[in-house]
């Protein structure tokens, strides 16, 4: 199982972008799906989060211009993000808790890189 993140780029204030995050690699089952952010210097800090049933959460500073959605049957993540701003800037990266088929009929958690490999958004002003 790998997670694939896209649609990063250079942008101007006030601008968007929709990043897309994709799970592939035999059969799995997503859970939670959440998109990170980390700054030069900063820590890695969630920006949003969506349940399996679509439930979205968002951090106070993305609250009303950035959107979260998944398609299920794609096994894809996105972020729309509007009104960009300088702060925005940073390397996204998607987070996925994904489970694979027990030969028992139940689930275990994927053995793999939950984070994906990142892309870079970078918002000039």
């Known amino acids: 199982v790998q997670l694939q993140a896209s649609g990063g780029g250079l942008v101007q204030a006030g601008e968007s972008l929709r990043l897309s995050c994709a799970a592939s690699?035999?059969?799995?089952?997503?859970?939670?799906m959440a998109w990170y952010r980390q700054a030069p210097g900063k820590q890695r800090d969630v920006v949003a989060s969506?349940?399996?049933?679509?439930?979205?959460n968002y951090a106070d500073s993305v609250k009303g211009r950035f959107t979260i959605s998944r398609d299920n049957a794609k096994n894809t993540m996105y972020l729309q993000m509007n009104s960009l701003k300088p702060e925005d800037t940073g390397v996204y990266y998607c987070?996925?808790?994904?489970?694979?088929?027990?030969?028992?009929?139940?689930?275990?958690?994927?053995?793999?890189?939950?984070w994906g490999q990142g892309t870079q958004v970078t918002v000039s002003s």
């Open positions: 690699g035999g059969t799995f089952s997503i859970a939670s």
């Open positions: 987070y996925a808790d994904i489970y694979v088929p027990r030969a028992d009929g139940g689930w275990s958690p994927a053995d793999f890189d939950p």
């Open positions: 969506i349940t399996s049933g679509g439930t979205p």
